[in-house]
């Protein structure tokens, strides 16, 4: 397991910009699939978008894609989430997750960070 700690979450207009940076620790953070997922109040967790160990594929949820972006610098054990044209819809706690195995399901994930507050405002 990796531990990882996100940031740079925050308050923003409908149709602003926020990027989410999700810091991972040790060596093996490379090895490891990446996602990010959300949970507004009352509904479940869904999965927004992962990225492969080799950053080579991408996968995306319907409801983001062509606004978010995902990327990770493997160098610097770092995930992220640029996440461009926000609705009030995106309101929710923001996750980043590390998994052996690229998946969409969160049951994949064996490591999560602790969330991060991510508001829009109309």
């Known amino acids: 397991q990796v531990q990882l700690v996100e940031s740079g979450g925050g308050l923003v207009q409908a149709g602003g910009s926020l990027g989410l940076s999700c810091a991972g620790s040790g060596r093996t953070f490379r090895r490891y699939g990446m996602g990010w997922f959300r949970q507004a109040p009352g509904k479940e967790r869904e999965f927004v978008a992962a990225?492969?160990?080799?950053?080579?594929?991408?996968y995306y949820a319907d409801s983001v894609k062509g606004r978010f972006t995902i990327s990770r610098d493997s160098a610097k054990n770092t995930a992220y989430l640029q996440m461009n044209s926000l609705k009030p819809e995106d309101t929710a706690v923001y996750y980043c997750?590390?998994?052996?195995?690229?998946?969409?399901?969160?049951?994949?994930?064996?490591?999560w960070g602790q969330g991060i507050q991510v508001t829009v405002s109309s």
């Open positions: 997750a590390a998994s052996s195995v690229i998946s969409t399901s969160g049951r994949s994930y064996d490591s």
């Open positions: 990225i492969t160990w080799s950053g080579g594929s991408t």
